[in-house]
């Protein structure tokens, strides 16, 4: 299913998303996260013997992939895991890194998206903005109320970044009390020195935020991916409406 493209002044396509159509495209996916995650950021994946970035929730999870028709590569993607298959799973993968109990009331509406990843060729912010219009769409289409998900940032600066960010968005962008989840493993804060300067926004993350999502707290900290987690959680209502127009079809 085609879910959007983006084309050029001729108006020929360059980039499109869709989801993935079977177990070819869902390994062209794992593929580029094997690359992001595996090569580029260092992450310890017991799938690496493979190439590839597996785990047991990919078979659950619905794919959105952006292609780049003139290469045939796949250059961005993002999973999706709706709330009938969240009741097959033993937890929601967030769970993982983080205490969720305060969400159990909205856990059967909820979609949570994870594995979000860019090639490094194509980090302009064109591929992030077809995956948040296929997310949209996607959302739409299984009537989900809530999305939520991790959004990562790399640890290689020695945190650096990751607490920058945090400091920014802790005064404007926190979850109200009753959606706070808390880090099982946190990010020590207090032990990294915060540089003067603001850190940039990562794109995933400003788009996140630019919809109307919150920070659901602290951000976990992740040692086999060498990253920091930061739990997002946007309500489709709070969706502001300039994205609205923007993103669903």
């Known amino acids: 299913m085609l879910l959007n493209e983006q084309q050029s002044p001729r108006k020929r396509p360059r980039l499109t998303v869709r989801l993935a159509d079977g177990a070819d ?11 992001v995650f595996g090569e580029e950021m260092g992450a310890k994946l017991a799938s690496a013997h493979l190439g590839l970035d597996v785990d047991d929730y990919d078979a ?23 709330p009938a298959a969240a009741r097959r799973a033993p937890s929601l993968y967030s769970e993982h890194e983080f ?23 194509f980090r302009t912010g064109a591929v992030i903005t077809l995956l948040w219009s296929g997310l949209a769409d996607y959302v739409q289409q299984q009537g989900g109320a809530y999305l939520a998900g991790c959004a990562s940032v ?10 920058s960010l945090y400091r920014q968005i ?32 990562p794109p995933l993350i400003k788009g996140y935020l630019r919809a109307g ?15 920091a987690d930061f ?7 709070k969706l502001n409406q300039r994205y609205n127009q923007h993103f669903v079809a």
């Open 231 to 237: 739990f997002m959680l946007l309500p489709m209502a």
């Open 170 to 201: 802790e005064a404007q962008h926190l979850a109200p009390a009753e959606w706070r989840v808390f880090p099982h493993l946190a990010l020590p804060l207090d032990q990294v020195q915060d540089d003067a300067t603001p850190a940039p926004m």
């Open 25 to 35: 495209d869902v390994r062209r996916a794992q593929k580029l996260r094997y690359n």
């Open 60 to 82: 659950l999870c619905d794919h959105l992939i952006v292609e780049d028709p003139a290469s045939g590569m796949v250059v961005g993607t993002y999973r999706m895991l709706p």
């Open 99 to 121: 205490d969720l109990s305060r969400l159990a009331n909205i856990r059967e509406h909820l979609i949570e998206c994870g594995r979000s990843c860019v090639h490094k060729d």
């Open 154 to 163: 790399s640890l290689v600066d020695g945190g650096h970044q990751a607490v």
């Open 213 to 227: 999502a919150f920070v659901g707290g602290e951000p976990a900290w992740d040692p086999d991916f060498n990253c």
